[in-house]
């Protein structure tokens, strides 16, 4: 049987009801979320997903900050002790399995995680990495500590911290977390893909969302804003032929360590529980590697 998150899951969006990416891969495993949009948009995203799966802000064009707010609160209103937050633009989320990337259960990937940050006592904040950081045959850990989180991440609704600023909220976010003394988590056993990632030689783009931020000088402005705020933690320099901003060493400073609770006894963990996946084929496999993987797969479960 599969598990299902045991926290709420908020989508902020806008124009996109057309497309919303996450909401139709979280519909095809059966997740619960709610899409939060603005009263101008209801009717559309209603037509597009049903009224019942929509929460919605109470003004209009007040930006991606404050529908962020406004999740956290309504999620802390409702009695939860953490909430999730996901970007629109979503199309799959995956599974590290022998340093491979193989498509997995939305559902299964969220509680996953949420199994693993309940049996520690700080962390505040976490998130998927992006499957365009990891690699086929790459080795890397399960996950980074004390990194940046964006995208799709998971509050601590304890935090007295809100979303501040039109630009990098994400990494200011991370950053006020961290400095508050507590852990942000990056997964790379389970991670995410996003739409406007060239994926098996096929780009895809959805319209909408924040991309006015972006334009112009837009992505130095964002930089030089959040080296405002964080002066002697934050830089800028070039990447990738765009601006860029750098954290200091690389986050690498930051050294806060997981607390275990101590209502847990880790050394009973030694079973790996699946939560119910299963390694099946959904399409057809190209990859040498990966149909090594599923025999032997095949091989060990029967």
Not at 72 to 81: A, C, L, P, R
Request: net charge neutral; aromatic share 12%.
């Amino acid at each position: 049987m599969i598990k299902h998150p045991r926290y709420p899951i908020y989508i902020p969006s806008k124009g996109r009801y057309g497309r919303s990416e996450t909401a139709r891969m979280f519909d095809k495993y059966e997740t619960p979320y709610r899409v939060v949009v603005e009263p101008q948009e209801v009717d559309n995203y209603a037509k597009a997903l049903g009224k019942d799966k929509l929460v919605v802000l109470p003004e209009n064009d007040q930006g991606l900050v404050y529908a962020r707010n406004f999740c956290k609160q309504h999620s802390i209103d409702e009695g939860h002790e953490r909430h999730w937050q996901f970007d629109d633009d979503i199309r799959m989320m995956g599974r590290m399995y022998k340093r491979e990337r193989i498509q997995c259960n939305s559902s299964i990937a969220i509680s996953a995680v949420e199994d693993f940050i309940e049996r520690y006592e700080n962390v505040g904040l976490c998130a998927f990495n992006h499957i365009g950081f990891l690699g086929p045959q790459q080795a890397v850990p399960p996950f980074y500590l004390n990194t940046r989180c964006y995208t799709c991440f998971c509050m601590w609704n304890k935090l007295p911290n809100t979303w501040r600023y039109r630009y990098n909220e994400d990494t200011d976010m991370s950053l006020q977390v961290i400095a508050a003394g507590y852990c942000t988590i990056m997964f790379n056993a389970f991670f995410m893909q996003t739409c406007d990632t060239n994926y098996g030689g096929k780009e895809s783009k959805v319209e909408g969302g924040q991309q006015a931020v972006y334009a112009d000088d837009g992505r130095l402005k964002m930089s030089r804003d959040l080296e405002r705020q964080w002066p002697g933690v934050v830089t800028t320099e070039r990447k990738f032929g765009r601006p860029q901003h750098k954290i200091k060493s690389n986050w690498t400073k930051f050294d806060t360590q997981l607390i275990r609770k101590k209502t847990i006894d880790f050394d009973a963990m030694e079973k790996i529980d699946e939560l119910g996946m299963k390694m099946m084929t959904v399409q057809e496999i190209k990859h040498d590697d990966v149909k090594r993987i599923l025999k032997e797969y095949e091989q060990e479960h029967g």
